[in-house]
């Protein structure tokens, strides 16, 4: 179970074993509820017509090899793919898996005449196999209809002339043409010589990212503005989020801790168990009066079904992969179920800026305009002078001031390297950039830039200096509920950025984060995570995953706000926050937290049941009905459970 989300090819039932960890691959998506339940519904049915021929219905014919032939046929359905299973372990090398405990159990309840239990223990195993792969399935359905949000259809050209096809049909090399405010559905390489894509479900990245012909662009992205044309570079099955869906959906092989203790215990539990149902049936000859080997034998058979590890070896796997599907239905992709434990017990929340607790998107703050000039007919000209470059803080300039005023004429425009942009209006200079292009023309000005916390855009006409206006990235509107939810969880923050001290202080302070550091390289936030390790404490870093892939790889688990659109963010980040939404970090936290009590909650359950009807069956005292409720009932119990976390609100 612990590998279901294997993508290899799957037959109806693909089972891996390794010691007694095993996969229900069960094609079920596939397959109506019905059909599934089928061959334990034909067996229950023939169960009961035989126990009520057996009890309460008068007959002289239902007797002898008439009775054992009835109830094998109920016994099969249910009983021979186990008993498959049970063969196939054994040639893999792994005698003692559950699959053969409950043959050996059932098997040797038919041989002392314990038919209508046989096929009882048998039936309620087979059913809570249906229900764990049930459960897994709900678990899958949920983080693919999250990820895979590609359209279905396409357009390509065909000879100049645009055709709607099928995604999945598209071959690479075939030109795809993206109208406006459509998304991209296969990766590509742009052939219009430049174009702008909203990218925020692949790289978090709100602000539009503008590409140039012979650019890379990605399923997912959403074309902007004019009509684009793409060439198409991977197969669908290739492209970054098919990637990404397989890494979800193979998740459970990163092991958690508890997960591996359980497999290990396995392994060496189901032996000692078998070895003790022998010692059960044969050494009472030696000590007791009147040995009846029938009695001892079916004392034994009711040790080995109870002694079955299914609770265990299902549902802790169950319970982890649930942890995933709720991160997955939250927009949180956990890579394993072993950062599900790290995040239960995490110390502290190491956090970029731009992009993580800010959203990436530069806006007009305050305008400072000289008091002889006319304010609006000088926003207006930066307005058109910013318009000839794709720079963000032309994007908020624009947003600021509104619509472009194109009776406005602009000669010899200019745009210098690091500094800003000049051109000239009415034959006189328009200059708008730092403070820096103020220096170069020698314009003098009486702004300290040290008490400004926001990026500062100068504006001088005709040699005077005009003013400044200032542009900051917002904070995002999540940001401060999420470091109250950090501090509520006790979990310390601390914020670095390469971004000026005098900002990331100016943050901090606003969303009430302990620590924060700025001006830094990332060798300093390296150095800076470390120091919290060299503590030992726990440290969890959000950032991009890419730019920051030395401090991701030392932290203890690293997360990605958005970061879908990388390879480098996929390979980098354990736990990637798609709708690049901070409030998912304390919720993310919140659900390694309640994965991690379900596993416990289900483990003490299991052991305790287990052992009450262990003792009372090694002392004759339970049948094969305290039995099947030890192993099948407590089985189902811990499944349940075990899917509650699916339901469960971490808002």
């Known amino acids: 179970m612990e590998e279901c989300c294997s993508t290899k090819p799957k037959k109806e039932h693909n089972h891996h074993h390794e010691g007694h960890d095993h996969e229900h691959s069960h094609d079920v998506e596939n397959q109506s509820v019905f059909r599934m339940f089928l061959?334990?519904?034909?067996?229950?049915?023939?169960?009961?017509?035989?126990?009520?021929?057996?009890n309460f219905i008068q007959n002289t014919w239902f007797i002898g090899w008439i009775r054992l032939v009835f109830y094998l046929i109920a016994y099969i359905p249910v009983g021979f793919p186990v008993l498959k299973e049970a063969f196939e372990s054994i040639k893999n090398g792994d005698v003692f898996s559950e699959f053969f405990l409950m043959g050996i159990a059932t098997v040797g309840a038919f041989a002392i005449g314990?038919?209508?239990?046989?096929?009882?223990?048998?039936?309620?195993?087979?059913?809570?196999?249906?229900?764990?792969?049930?459960?897994?399935?709900?678990?899958?359905?949920?983080?693919?209809?999250?990820?895979?949000?590609?359209?279905?259809?396409?357009?390509?050209l065909e000879n100049g002339q645009p055709k709607v096809?099928?995604?999945?049909?598209?071959?690479?090399?075939?030109i795809i043409q993206l109208k406006s405010g459509e998304k991209l559905g296969l990766d590509g390489e742009l052939l219009s010589e430049k174009a702008s894509f909203n990218t925020s479900a692949l790289t978090?990245?709100?602000?539009?990212?503008?590409?140039?012909?012979?650019?890379?662009?990605?399923?997912?992205?959403?074309?902007?503005?004019?009509?684009?044309?793409?060439?198409?570079?991977?197969?669908?099955?290739?492209?970054?989020?098919?990637?990404?869906?397989?890494?979800?959906?193979?998740?459970?092989?990163?092991?958690?801790?508890?997960?591996?203790?359980?497999?290990?215990?396995?392994?060496i539990y189901t032996p000692i168990v078998v070895f003790l149902a022998i010692g059960i049936t044969f050494l009472p000859y030696l000590f007791v009066e009147n040995y009846e080997f029938k009695s001892w034998l079916y004392r034994a058979l009711v040790f080995?079904?109870?002694?079955?590890?299914?609770?265990?070896?299902?549902?802790?796997?169950?319970?982890?992969?649930?942890?995933?599907?709720?991160?997955?239905?939250?927009?949180?992709?956990?890579?394993?179920?072993?950062?599900?434990?790290?995040?239960?017990?995490?110390?502290?929340?190491?956090?970029?800026?731009?992009?993580?607790?800010?959203?990436?998107?530069?806006?007009?703050?305050?305008?400072?305009?000289?008091?002889?000039?006319?304010?609006?007919?000088?926003?207006?000209?930066?307005?058109?002078?910013?318009?000839?470059?794709?720079?963000?803080?032309?994007?908020?300039?624009?947003?600021?001031?509104?619509?472009?005023?194109?009776?406005?004429?602009?000669?010899?425009?200019?745009?210098?390297?690091?500094?800003?942009?000049?051109?000239?209006?009415?034959?006189?200079?328009?200059?708008?950039?730092?403070?820096?292009?103020?220096?170069?023309?020698?314009?003098?000005?009486?702004?300290?830039a040290e008490n400004i916390v926001y990026t500062l855009i100068a504006v001088s006409y005709d040699k005077k200096f005009v003013?400044?206006?200032?542009?900051?990235?917002?904070?995002?509107?999540?940001?401060?509920?999420?470091?109250?939810?950090?501090?509520s969880l006790n979990v310390k923050t601390t914020m670095l950025s390469g971004d000026k001290t005098s900002v990331v202080d100016f943050v901090a302070q606003k969303l009430g984060i302990e620590n924060a550091y700025g001006d830094l390289l990332p060798e300093d936030k390296v150095n800076k995570v470390k120091e919290l390790?060299?503590?030992?404490?726990?440290?969890?870093?959000?950032?991009?995953?890419?730019?920051d892939a030395?401090?991701?790889?030392?932290?203890?688990?690293?997360?990605?706000?958005?970061?879908?659109?990388?390879?480098?963010?996929?390979?980098?980040?354990?736990?990637?926050?798609?709708?690049?939404?901070?409030?998912?970090?304390?919720?993310?936290?919140?659900?390694?937290?309640?994965?991690?009590?379900?596993?416990?909650?289900?483990?003490?359950?299991?052991f305790a049941v287990k052992g009450i009807v262990l003792a009372l069956g090694a002392g004759g005292l339970a049948t094969m009905w305290e039995a099947v409720f030890a192993d099948v009932g407590v089985a189902l119990l811990a499944i349940l459970n075990a899917v509650r976390i699916q339901r469960m609100k971490f808002d």
């Not at 991977?234 to 359980?262: C, G, H, R």
């Not at 003013?467 to 501090?487: C, V």
């Not at 030392?554 to 480098?568: H, N, Q, Y």
Request: with cysteine; glycine share 8%; charged share 20%.
């Open 165 to 174: 096809v099928k995604a999945k049909s598209v071959n690479v090399g075939e």
């Open 39 to 54: 061959p334990a519904i034909v067996s229950f049915v023939l169960l009961l017509i035989g126990i009520s021929l057996d």
């Open 304 to 448: 080995l079904v109870i002694s079955c590890p299914c609770a265990l070896v299902i549902s802790i796997p169950l319970g982890y992969f649930g942890g995933i599907g709720a991160g997955s239905r939250n927009g949180i992709l956990i890579k394993g179920s072993n950062f599900l434990d790290i995040l239960a017990n995490i110390q502290n929340v190491v956090m970029d800026k731009t992009g993580t607790m800010t959203e990436g998107v530069f806006k007009v703050q305050e305008v400072h305009f000289n008091d002889d000039f006319n304010k609006d007919e000088i926003l207006k000209w930066v307005n058109v002078l910013e318009s000839k470059t794709t720079h963000p803080i032309a994007t908020a300039i624009h947003d600021f001031v509104g619509e472009i005023d194109h009776s406005i004429h602009l000669e010899n425009v200019e745009e210098i390297a690091g500094q800003g942009l000049k051109a000239k209006i009415n034959g006189k200079e328009l200059l708008v950039g730092n403070l820096k292009l103020m220096k170069q023309f020698n314009i003098s000005y009486d702004v300290n």
């Open 114 to 156: 314990e038919y209508p239990e046989g096929v009882a223990v048998m039936l309620f195993y087979s059913m809570g196999e249906v229900f764990q792969a049930m459960a897994v399935t709900k678990a899958k359905t949920n983080i693919k209809t999250l990820l895979d949000q590609r359209p279905d259809e396409v357009t390509v």
């Open 550 to 606: 030395p401090v991701v790889a030392l932290s203890d688990v690293g997360i990605a706000m958005g970061g879908l659109g990388s390879d480098a963010t996929i390979e980098t980040a354990d736990i990637v926050i798609q709708d690049d939404k901070p409030i998912k970090i304390p919720m993310a936290i919140n659900i390694g937290k309640q994965t991690k009590k379900i596993v416990w909650q289900n483990i003490i359950l299991a």
């Open 533 to 547: 390790k060299s503590k030992n404490q726990s440290v969890a870093f959000v950032g991009d995953g890419i730019n």
């Open 467 to 487: 003013g400044y206006l200032t542009i900051a990235d917002s904070i995002k509107e999540d940001a401060p509920q999420t470091i109250n939810k950090l501090k």
């Open 204 to 267: 978090g990245e709100s602000k539009p990212n503008t590409k140039v012909k012979g650019e890379t662009v990605l399923a997912g992205m959403i074309n902007l503005n004019s009509v684009s044309q793409v060439k198409v570079t991977a197969a669908y099955k290739d492209s970054k989020l098919s990637k990404i869906l397989e890494l979800v959906q193979n998740a459970t092989a990163q092991k958690a801790p508890t997960e591996l203790f359980i497999r290990k215990f396995a392994k």
